[in-house]
Nanobody
Framework: QVQLAESGGGLVQAGGSLRLSCTAS????????MGWYRQAPGQERELVAQ???????RYANAVKGRFTISRENARNTMYLQMDSLKPEDTAVYSC??????????WGQGTQVTVSS
């Protein structure tokens, strides 16, 4: 059984930075892609960043140039470095891992609040 746990959320002023972590416990299957979603109150869930098995990355237009997704295999951990944060980045951020053979795994979410 794979479990994902996020950390690193919190309150930050506009223009500041946060780094979110998503650590997997258990036997992680070969993944096809992994990434981060976010959901703000009253809004639909938004895909923020993806990391594919070959190393390619993809970002939502709203975060391009400000957010960076990466992973550290030795720690079974994925990161989302968020710089130049804006109040509109305020949301609950959730990580996921998708494997064709096993489906989706989700973290519980971590709150990010950016004050103006």
């Amino acid at each position: 059984q794979v479990q994902l746990a996020e950390s690193g959320g919190g309150l930050v002023q506009a223009g500041g930075s946060l780094r979110l972590s998503c650590t997997a416990s258990g036997s992680l299957p070969r993944f096809d892609n992994m990434g981060w979603y976010r959901q703000a109150p009253g809004q639909e869930r938004e895909l923020v960043a993806q990391l594919f098995g070959g190393g390619a990355t993809r970002y939502a237009n709203a975060v391009k140039g400000r957010f960076t997704i990466s992973r550290e295999n030795a720690r079974n951990t994925m990161y989302l470095q968020m710089d130049s944060l804006k109040p509109e980045d305020t949301a609950v951020y959730s990580c996921y891992v998708f494997s064709l053979g096993s489906g989706n795994y989700w973290g519980q979410g971590t709150q990010v609040t950016v004050s103006s």
